[in-house]
């Protein structure tokens, strides 16, 4: 009884606006409508899930199970307004919701502005086959996704940090100098990627080499 | 409004909240265009909607406090809405706050205060044995009981694959 509790223990939550994210200590991610509106945009990661085919045994904002496919455990969650983004402990990225300014991290697609299952974000095929890339953190915000990644060369293990951004970039969210409405394939935040980690070098070393 | 005393439009550079003096924040949440519906029915609506902001904030003891055009009109100081219950995180949809206890109890409660308190207050166990007490507020707690809801995955993808039998 006690395991039982620990397992579905709440660890993190993130709410866009319409939706709830709940991560629990298994690494199980929860949905739940959590406004007024309810989310009709996918959000939710339950495949044909509206209000007209909600469960309606229960309240309507009650948490459904989200699941991946392969039911990995799930490390991290964010929310934007109207999509969601997960991250799972093999470093993989999954998106899912309103995808109307390329937040999900691919091209707008007019026959699926929106899409209601987690599908993987393919983040390794950015970079050329000898660079391993894993995922280690995202964000998100408004309409805007954020996936921070480490790039390890598979011959001398030399690991960089880069920083990607998708979504809308019409005020300069992407970070990436341009203006883009609508950016689906990620782009490359500069100031912020090709970062080595000196964790061994002193302080006084570090202001010599600059 | 973020400073709640001040009636000015735009604030230049930072200020303390007094009320806050002295109390340290686990968390703090900023939300904009949110809030109680019939602002949004306003015909101004676009001129208003950016103007509704809430801010959320949780101190060391867990205690919420929340202030902000979208939580009442005219309140000048920062409001607990939530005390006593140790909460770690909160987050804001359009019209809601959850809030994150540290034993992992998840409330729920809506952002503006007239629906705070006209809204159903769930029973709280209170200090004397056998009695129960209203709640201040009007919240509710969310679970993930696993079992139950897997059970639903499977009946909703049944469902879906049968559809797609009957059509073909």
């Given amino acids: 009884m006690v395991l039982k509790l620990i397992l579905r223990r709440i660890s993190d939550i993130s709410a866009g606006r319409d939706h709830l994210l709940i991560l629990t200590s298994a690494g199980h991610v929860y949905a739940a409508a959590a406004s007024h509106n309810y989310p009709d945009k996918g959000q939710l990661g339950v495949p044909g899930l509206t209000w007209a085919t909600r469960p309606k045994d229960r309240p309507y904002d009650s948490p459904l199970r989200v699941v991946t496919a392969g039911y990995l455990k799930i490390n991290q969650i964010a929310t934007g307004n109207y999509h ?6 093999n470093g993989g990225v999954w998106t899912f919701g309103d995808n109307s300014y390329g937040q ?3 091209d707008y697609l007019p026959d699926q502005p929106t899409r209601d299952s987690p599908a993987e974000l393919l983040l390794q095929s950015f970079y050329p086959s000898p660079i391993t890339a894993t995922c280690y953190q995202i964000a998100a915000g408004g309409m805007n996704s954020f996936y921070m990644v480490d790039a390890a060369q598979q ?7 880069d920083v990607w951004a998708s979504g809308k970039g019409l005020w300069g969210e992407l970070g990436n100098g341009k203006w883009t409405h609508v950016q689906g394939k990620p782009t490359k ?10 964790k061994h070098m002193p302080p006084s070393e570090m202001v010599n080499t600059v | 409004m973020v400073a709640p005393d001040s009636n000015e439009d735009y604030i230049r550079a ?3 909240i007094p009320p806050f003096n002295n109390i340290l924040l686990r968390d703090l949440k900023l939300g904009n265009g949110v809030g109680r519906m019939f602002y949004t029915v306003h015909p101004v609506v676009l001129n208003i909607w950016s103007k509704i902001t809430i801010i959320v904030a949780v101190d060391e003891k867990g205690n919420v406090y929340e202030w902000g055009i979208g939580y009442g009109k005219g309140i000048k100081e920062p ?6 219950k140790d909460i770690q995180r909160i987050e ?26 006209e809204g159903p207050k769930p029973d709280e166990p209170s200090w004397i044995p056998f009695v129960k007490s209203k709640a201040p507020i009007s ?10 809801f897997d059970k639903y995955l499977l009946h909703l993808s049944e469902t879906q694959y049968g559809a797609q039998a009957d059509t073909t």
Wanted: hydrophobic share 40%.
């Fill in chain 2, 92 to 117: 804001a949809s359009a019209d809601r706050i959850f809030a994150l206890s540290k034993d992992g109890t998840l409330y729920s409660l809506p952002i503006s205060k007239v629906d705070q308190q």
């Fill in chain 1, 104 to 106: 999900l991290g691919f």
């Fill in chain 2, 139 to 148: 919240y509710k707690t969310l679970t993930v009981p696993l079992e139950y």
């Fill in chain 1, 155 to 161: 011959q001398d293990q030399k690991v960089t940090a």
């Fill in chain 1, 189 to 198: 935040i500069k100031a912020l990627s090709g970062l080595v980690e000196c």
């Fill in chain 2, 14 to 16: 930072p200020r303390r």
């Fill in chain 1, 84 to 89: 969601s983004v997960l991250l799972d402990y």
């Fill in chain 2, 79 to 84: 409001e607990v809405v939530l005390a006593g």
